[in-house]
């Protein structure tokens, strides 16, 4: 749901993922959200593009409303 607010328009990279999950008290480990992030990529759920060394995630544009 967090990238499917106005805040996730913007392609977010793991750190602003785990940063924004955590001052919703929604906590887990990087590593964790990390290995969520790439099977969402790998099963369409999201997109990333090259941000630099990392990876910015994103909705599809299909899926953004």
């Given at each position: 749901?967090?990238?499917?607010?106005?805040?996730?328009?913007?392609?977010?990279?793991?750190?602003?993922?785990?940063?924004?999950?955590?001052?919703?008290?929604?906590?887990?480990?990087?590593?964790?959200?990390?290995?969520?992030?790439?099977?969402?990529?790998?099963?369409?759920?999201?997109?990333?593009?090259?941000?630099?060394?990392?990876?910015?995630?994103?909705?599809?544009?299909q899926r953004r409303s």
């Amino acid at each position: 749901k967090l990238l499917s607010t106005l805040w996730g328009n913007t392609p977010r990279i793991l750190d602003e993922l785990h940063s924004a999950l955590a001052v919703n008290a929604v906590h887990c480990r990087k590593e964790s959200l990390g290995s969520l992030l790439t099977k969402m990529v790998k099963r369409g759920k999201l997109s990333r593009i090259k941000k630099g060394k990392v990876y910015a995630y994103t909705l599809p544009l299909q899926r953004r409303s």
